[in-house]
């Protein structure tokens, strides 16, 4: 159940404009990050605290090598919660929406 392994932390204020009036095929870009199962025990201003910590740390440390292909295509209908349709897995067999990973991650 992807609602109880992973969270999904959205900056910039132009997605979550356009979160108001979503539309098929609405994308943002990620950096996927693993965490240990205790990160998902801690309450969510912690959990905050400690991604932003991270991702300044991160972004710090990769500054030299980000390029528009370090971030990942993440689909924001797919986000648990922002559509009521997201409940149903039928909706994920949406390729407009859905496509196959072109690119290997390597996670944990």
Request: with cysteine.
């Amino acid at each position: 159940q992807l609602a109880t392994t992973t969270r999904f932390l959205v900056l910039g204020h132009a997605t979550w404009d356009q979160l108001r009036a979503p539309f098929v095929g609405l994308c943002g870009k990620a950096l996927f990050r693993c965490v240990e199962p205790a990160w998902f025990a801690l309450d969510p201003f912690a959990q905050q605290a400690e991604c932003d910590a991270w991702l300044a740390e991160s972004l710090v440390a990769r500054a030299a090598s980000l390029t528009p292909r370090t971030w990942s295509p993440l689909p924001l209908l797919g986000i648990p919660g922002v559509t009521p349709e997201s409940e149903d897995p039928a909706y994920y067999r949406d390729t407009r929406q859905f496509r196959a990973k072109r690119r290997a991650t390597s996670c944990c």
